[in-house]
């Protein structure tokens, strides 16, 4: 039986070495090359040793199959068998394969779409800053890629595995909550393979910003598009389309002539095409934008679109052309039609297509709205005609009652009624854009066209996602990062919808001045670009653009989050040295112990985002939510000083009880932006760090804990002081007080920490010594 | 089963709160409790009724009923500006990780709370903290003090139109409570 497991063992191991070029001797390939649902579920148990799963269930029920709906209230189980840990661990499972394969989904068609373009064998240059192309390719499959098509390789691979864990969720399968979160751990680590195949297929397809850190700014905000000329509105995250009506422009000298937005993440590929387009706004303002009526044309692609938005596009006089496959609305499939055809239709009977092929779904946009434009009239409405659509509100809180961000939208739409249009300002800035609140009304108040009185008629400067962060940079900051000197590196990504558009660009300008390197993806990019101080600058205009301490780096869209990740790969591979190749246990290790990155997804509402962060927890990276990313319904938490916090000396061979909670957690919520900048700075914190850096970002810790707690110190301060010099000199005879009260000891200090060797594993710990 | 007013806390199950407005019968369960525990979330500095902050009537029932207090978000520096310290800080769904573990020696580490109040929360937050304690929190009672529904407490106040009616609430709680002394 033995002989016929190897046998098993040793053929799927050559399968592996043939389809990763094993022969290649890049790096020695480490113990997990293309690791399947199980290879790296000690890894996943020893985190979740520590940082349990913590569930607040949004439903009680069951719903999956036939035998419910099934109650799992206090112990119950569904008639399968589920509890309700089980359950909540089987939705986390299903929504972060949602979220992987949207990533997945996006690469696999723009590398079919960019190999049938350009061929397979395209190569794969990003530049002369970045040898380090794939961090997460080559730590997962241990493949070093060299062209769009072993970019494809990875999404097989990718697709290989989403069958199994899809699989896992059917009904009668997975039974334990911890092995579903495993899955979902592996199912989130693809995410970012698939997110990093995507991007570096873009970047060589298209040719956006590489190794260079110094991108455009580009124009930003609702106000950006000139309205006196034809618009065109791309709407999602994948840019094939989106480039060709660029492409379209500039061949037929059309460029001056018409105008090119984006909502969501397709405004940021589009502007790392050509810093021409603009960005409109993030995911929030889409509705919003699309009932003002101001786009001649409307361009869809894929992901975090409104489904309504041919209905909504109708209502207004816009035309629309849908272009993914993922996103059909119904439509007519006119990708084989003629274009002129298609554009008489478009203009004279108001039709709305399907149009799969780029290139013609781009000419279309564009001669439509040519065409179009000079019908349609493209007015705001005033604030008399605002005050007077007002009065017909009786403020009776139906639309607070459906709105996801609980505000009193009738208290604001009554103010405009009396001409006072504060409250109204103030509540579109914290406005969604999901536009319940309009559906419910009784008396049909127009809430979003009088909100077209509060949208800011400013414009902003955001500068173009630049994409993977650059070894030379990594040279740089590895060092003062592992040793705690560059207090962190804090990452705001996704969604920015809740609570508050402006808290992302308030927590950027807090951590870019205080010397954090701050990174920003998707929509959260954008706003933080959608704020100016005094001076009348954005964080993009004041803080250098370079990854380093103080720095504002926008790295791209959605897809580009892979490469926050992969800079802290980039730091264990390039400063400390360590092997990437099939080596994720010991990468995942040397982040979680040593690099001081923070995840931030604040307005998060999306699969993705859940993928996302997921991905960031299994490689050793917390994640800080907004307060309704309750709603997520996992959390990974630590009890702090209560858990163990033992570590291996990997030095000395030997097992330290720490005591020291570091991070804490691994993924949590909170409810408002001043403890999340308490918090963040907290959890950059690692035991890696040296007196110095230590006691850098306990400055801050300490710092930020007076600035909005109150004063005082924060109660578990004692916690992380390993010994006096870990304090900071600003407030050493104040925290030594403290320390004294509560009976502080010293502690160790690890100059080589790791989890390896606490858990089983196929890793050795002369594997993390380097 | 009465509906929240936000329709994010709709529930979708069966074991909902029993919704009460009578202060009388709340001091009752807030004194029947051993160690009951309040919860204090940063909506409470942010919201008053004619004048009087929430926070104020938050600290006045703790101290009616010597409740320990527990301060989430950035309450505390609120509370400081009153005069007043929390007997401690976590945020809500730390607390609630620790009121899940029956083996958690509570705030005055006299065993875990038995009955524990939420006031001033988010309350789509609020109700997925609830979800928590409901679910793997059996052996204690939650109540909240906000003037909206949360299905997944055991105790909740009804949706109150009007603030008046909450503000008659809180005080006669408070009245209440120290008759009960």
Known sequence: MAKVVETKETKKRQEVNRIIRAEDQWEPIGATPMPEITDLRNWDMRLLKTYKPWYAPFCDLCCFCTYGKCDLTECRRGACGIDISGQQGRIILLACCMGMSAHGGHARHIIDYLIEKYGEDLKIDLGDSVAVEAPHIRTVLGLKPETLADLRTAIEYVERELVHLISSLHTGQEGSYMDYESKALHASMLDHVAMEAADIAQIVGFKFPTSVADTPLVDAGLASLDSSKPIVLVVGHNPASSTNIIDYLRENDLYDKVEIGGICCTALETTRYSDRAKIVGPLSRQLYYVRTGMADVIMTDEQCIRTDIAEEAKKVGSALIATSDKACYGLEDASERDVDEIVKEMVEEGKQFLILDHEKAGEVAVKVALKLAPKRKKELISEAEAQELAKACRECEMCERVCPNLFSIGHGIRQVAEGNFEPIREIFSQCIGCGKCEEECPRNVPIFKIMQVAASKETFKVRAGRGPIMDTEIRNVGAPIVLGTIPGVIAFVGCSNYPDIDDVAEMVEEFARRKYIVVLTGCAAMVAGMKKDENGLTVYEKYPPSFDAGGVVNVGSCVSNAHITGAAMKIANIFATLPLRGNYEVIADYILNRVGAVGVAWGAMSQKAASIGTGCNRVGIPVVLGPHSSKYRRLYLSKKGEDDWTVMDGRKAELVDTGEPSPEHLAYVTESKEKAMVLIAKLCIRKNDTPQGRAVKLNHYISLYKKYMGGGLPEDLDLYVRTDKDLPIVYKREAMAYLKEVGWKPKPVLSLPTLIGTYPSKVSLEAVIH | ?181
């Open chain 2, 1 to 181: 089963m009465v509906l929240p007013l936000h329709r994010v806390n709709v529930l979708t199950g069966i074991k909902s709160a029993k919704v009460l407005e009578d202060p009388a019968e709340y001091a009752g369960w807030i004194r029947r409790a051993k160690r009951p525990l309040l919860v204090l979330g940063p909506k409470l500095a942010e919201i008053s009724l004619n004048g009087k902050s929430l926070l104020e009537y938050a600290l006045e029932i703790a101290k009616a009923a010597n409740i320990p207090t527990c301060a989430t978000a950035h309450i505390k520096g609120k509370m400081a500006e009153l005069g007043a310290t929390p007997d401690c800080q976590y945020d809500l769904v730390e607390i609630a990780n620790r009121l899940n573990d029956p083996e958690w020696q509570g705030v005055r580490k006299e065993g875990n709370h038995d009955l524990v109040i939420l006031f001033g929360m988010r309350t789509d937050m609020g109700n997925q903290a609830l979800s928590n304690l409901k679910h793997f929190a059996p052996h204690l009672k939650t109540m909240t003090l906000c003037k909206y529904v949360y299905p997944h407490a055991d105790y909740s106040l009804p949706n109150f139109r009007k603030d008046e009616q909450w503000k008659g609430f809180l005080e006669n709680l408070i009245t209440s409570l120290k008759e009960e002394k």
